[in-house]
């Protein structure tokens, strides 16, 4: 019968656990950094579906200006300009690209008590 000794045993183990860290966690990275893993196709579908793809956003409002005082305007991250015509009406042209359709930009607009 074999005698074990459980120092080594247990320091083997030990050094067992802590390589196959090291290995996962150098896996993880390489993965992450340079998609070391990932199949060709995978890759051609990620490069296709990054940058390729806009979505283009095009909508327009129109009221009518007799019954507009005040015009508030929010917005999150985009520029606005205001354009004064001799046009009886207000018009609210929204328009740019996205990269990502769920997450798209949208115009939200109402008249409520002579404010739009």
């Given at each position: ?60 409002k129109e009221y009518n ?52």
């Amino acid at each position: 019968m074999r005698v074990y000794n459980e120092k080594k045993v247990i320091t083997g183990l030990i050094i067992i656990i802590i390589c196959s860290m090291l290995l996962g966690g150098a896996g993880y990275v390489l993965e992450y950094k340079f998609g070391f893993l990932k199949s060709r196709n995978e890759i051609a579908q990620d490069n296709n579906n990054s940058s390729n793809d806009n979505f283009n956003i095009n909508t327009t409002k129109e009221y009518n200006s007799s019954n507009i005082k005040t015009i508030n305007v929010e917005t999150v991250s985009t520029n606005i300009n205001i354009i004064p015509t001799e046009d009886d009406k207000v018009r609210i042209h929204f328009y740019g690209n996205t990269n990502t359709e769920n997450a798209a930009s949208y115009l939200e607009s109402k008249v409520y008590l002579n404010k739009l």
